[in-house]
């Protein structure tokens, strides 16, 4: 396994350069997400299909490295002075609204495991959407502060109430600690409105240009300390890299325009083009497709699921946004808003390893995500279509 492992690790590099090649190649025919291939290479060349890349501690940690760097751009790339006020108002309603429907229908179908499956149905992959979105031009256009509004607590939200109720450490004050972790995010968040450091400005925009990089190097420790201090109290260390993102988002609007958005184009050039890829690659190898083809029921509940993270997540998110957008920047908003993956694979793995669900099931919970993330941004897009202003924008 040791001689053949730099041999794996090269193989997933290349499932990771594929990917956009084979998106690029596909566009004249389909439009379709990075991180989807991503994960159906990663099926190609796991265990279960061609055999290439095995289940190993070095990829886990390395996909959860990319998993965290996938919070951290998300919680990053929220700016809260443009979603404060209605949309964030809007937002919270729409989750709350989404979760009580996911927990109620569960209930009262005589799920036993309504509240971790209550929440991977009420969540929206926001790591995942806004990519698609930016470079799209949606998040320059009317949709865009909502969008990133209903992502942010469709993100944080779940990723809270896993962390309260699914944690596993053992540490005394392990629910005080929590809660302080996430109201990290949002005190970071209250101070977003207060005046620019010169002091701190001056100091980032010195060493932007220079080996020194301070602006990426603090990104990156601050990253690993939230992480690490999630790890410690036995809470997903989606929630630290959530947090530790917002916090730098806030820390680095001390730089000016050009200058923060050269320091996010380097933070997505370690994230987006190194080990966030290998999250979603290795999602693919680990994934049971064979506790999913042979299980007649999971496959009977992919589009099952499908259908739940639509209504609960993307008609809610339609109704509940009527008095603010025109018909067709909501049909665009619910689209994306019912994209789930992330929080998905965590609850519906989380379920599955504390025998709270079987592993078919989670299985098909997880497949079904994976379509969302082909199908809803697809359909949001070409809703979009209808939307000149999302559609003509420019992307940011």
Known sequence: MEGALPIEL???????VAAPLLVDRLERWVRLPSVVVEIVLGIVIGPQVLGLVQVHVLFEVVSQLGLAMLFFLAGYEI????????PITLATVGWVVSFVLAAGGLALLGVDAVLILAIGLCSTALGTILPIARDSGL?????GPHLMA????GEFAPIALLALFYSEGHHSGRTTLVILLAGLAVAAAAFGSLRRSARVSRLLSATLGTSAQL??????????GAVLLAAEVGVDIALGAFAAGVCMQVLLSALDEREESL????????????????FFVYTGVT????????????????????????VVRGVTTFVVFARVLARPQRGVLAAFAATELPIVVVAASTAAERGLVEESIAAA?????????????LIGLRWARMDTKAVTAEAI
């Open 10 to 16: 090269l193989v997933l590099a290349c499932a990771a």
């Open 79 to 86: 700016d809260f002075r443009a979603v404060r006020g209605r």
């Open 139 to 143: 998040l320059a256009g009317p949709v």
């Open 150 to 153: 209903v992502g942010a607590v």
């Open 215 to 224: 602006a990426v190097r603090l990104s990156v420790l601050v990253l690993l």
């Open 263 to 278: 320091v996010q184009s380097k933070l997505d050039g370690i994230g987006f083009g190194a080990v966030v890829p290998v």
């Open 287 to 310: 994934f049971d497709l064979d506790q999913l083809l042979g299980s007649p029921l999971a496959l009977a509940l992919i589009p099952v699921f499908l259908g739940a993270f639509a």
């Open 365 to 377: 919970m997880i497949g079904a995500a994976m379509l969302s993330v082909l199908l809803f941004p």
